[in-house]
Antibody, heavy 120, light 107 residues
C-alpha cells in the first residue's frame, strides 16, 4: 500500500523559511516523480513543484519560482520542499503527491497534508 | 496558461440519480484530463485519468468522457458516499491546473 507522510508545516513570519518533508513507502520510490500541491481551504488545489525520480529534473510554479526548492533523498524515500521568502499568500495546506504510472502525469496518491501559515 | 472551468459549481441530487459534471479547458488537452474527488478534511483522491481510465478502486458508476476542450464526469447512480467536491485537472501543460470544483450534495 502506498503511503505518504508529509510534515514540517507550521507558523512562520513573512520573509521566513520552512522545510517540508514527505516520507514515502509502499512503492519503488526512485521510479516515480513526486510533487507538492497546496490548497487554501475552500479553493482549488494548486500545483507547486515536481521532481523527477532521479532528482535531476525539477519544475516550479511561477508563483514560487526562485523562492522554493524541491529535492529528494532516494536513500531515505523522502522528498523535501524548502520554502524561503515566505509570503502571506503561501498560507495553505501542503500535500505531497506521487505521480502515476505512464504518461498522463496524474497524481495517484496524496499525503494527508501539512499546514503552513505565514503571518506576523 | 490553460484556464479550466467547471459547471455547475454545485448541485444537489437524490440517491440513484444520474449526475453529470462538465469541465471545459481554454485549449485542447488531448488525453491529459483527470478527475479527483475530495471530501472535507481529506486530500484529493484520483478517480479518473486520461479522460476515461478509472483509477484502481474507483467504483464503476463513475465514468469520464470528452475530447479536445470539453469533458464530462458522470455518476450513473448517485450514492450517499459520493457527497464531495469534484475537480478536473489538466496535465497537458506544465502547470497542472485544477478546475474550480463542483460540490455534490446527496439529498
Amino acid at each position: 500500500e502506498v503511503q505518504l507522510f508529509d510534515s514540517g508545516g507550521g507558523l512562520v513570519q513573512p520573509g521566513g523559511s520552512l522545510r517540508l518533508s514527505c516520507v514515502a513507502s509502499g512503492f519503488t520510490f526512485t521510479s516515480y516523480a513526486m510533487s507538492w500541491v497546496r490548497q487554501v481551504p475552500g479553493e482549488r488545489p494548486e500545483w507547486v513543484s515536481t521532481i523527477s525520480g532521479s532528482g535531476t529534473s525539477t519544475d516550479y510554479a511561477d508563483s514560487v519560482k526562485g523562492r522554493f526548492t524541491i529535492s529528494r533523498d532516494n536513500s531515505k524515500n523522502t522528498v523535501f520542499l524548502q520554502m524561503s521568502s515566505l509570503r502571506a499568500e503561501d498560507t495553505a495546506l501542503y500535500y505531497c503527491a506521487k505521480r502515476g504510472s505512464g504518461s498522463h502525469r496524474h497524481f495517484d496518491s496524496w499525503g494527508q497534508g501539512t499546514p503552513v501559515t505565514v503571518s506576523s | 496558461d490553460i484556464q479550466m472551468a467547471q459547471s455547475p459549481s454545485s448541485l444537489s441530487a437524490s440517491v440513484g440519480d444520474r449526475v453529470t459534471i462538465t469541465c471545459r479547458a481554454s485549449q485542447s488537452l488531448t488525453i491529459y484530463l483527470n478527475w479527483y474527488q475530495q471530501k472535507p478534511g481529506r486530500p484529493p483522491k484520483l478517480l479518473i485519468y486520461g479522460i476515461s481510465t478509472l483509477q484502481s478502486g474507483t467504483p464503476s458508476r463513475f465514468s469520464g468522457s470528452g475530447s479536445g476542450t470539453d469533458f464530462t464526469l458522470t455518476i450513473s447512480s448517485l450514492q450517499p458516499e459520493d457527497s464531495a467536491t469534484y475537480y478536473c485537472q489538466e496535465t497537458y501543460s506544465t502547470t497542472f491546473t485544477f478546475g474550480p470544483g463542483t460540490k455534490v450534495d446527496v439529498k
